[in-house]
């Protein structure tokens, strides 16, 4: 009986042991990334950008000088809100600009709404499939170190592309490039934050 409660301690010992030094290799991996000789955005600006994004939408929305007319995307990346979409008047494009500037995590906004109908459901179809496609173009040919995709945002609305993140000029310009390239992609608009 207690050979049998030896090997169970036994056992139990060596799982424990094994769960623990996986857990260190996990760490380490983590540690290694977080060491990465490119800058990414922290879990706190990530949770700033949601925050953000979610404070943008609700503010206009529940402006009542928008309806279901208007089609507004709102995208945040490191504090840059992009607004993209159909609005149904210029003046509905100022003040969305001027609600997202109004934000105190807002560092900068790029206003690209259309005037005009709101988008069928046709193109918020294409807007998708077009993300998806770009998306996979950059996992296969993506010129960041690491192979990083996930530093890209991509949004997309009546095939123009925009580009979202933080990287050098060059990694920007070799991003942009391989997107332009893309078929269905009729302008890409790079609004990177560039750390060089």
Known sequence: MN???????????????????????????????????YAKRSTGTTLDDQTLEYAVSSAIYSDPSFSQHDHIKVEVNSGVVLLAGETISGANKDKATRIAEQQSLTKRVVNDLVIGERAGLGDKTNNAWLTGKVN?????????PGNDASRIKVISSQGTVYLMGLVTHKQGDQVAEIVRNIRGVTKVMKIFDYTD
């Not at 996979?136 to 960041?144: A, C, G, R």
């Open 3 to 37: 050979r049998g409660i030896g090997a169970k301690r036994f056992l139990i010992g060596t799982l424990a042991s094994k769960q623990f030094a996986i857990v260190l290799m996990l760490f380490a991996l983590l540690g290694m990334t977080a060491c990465a000789d």
């Open 136 to 144: 996979s173009v950059l996992l296969k040919e993506n010129p960041l």
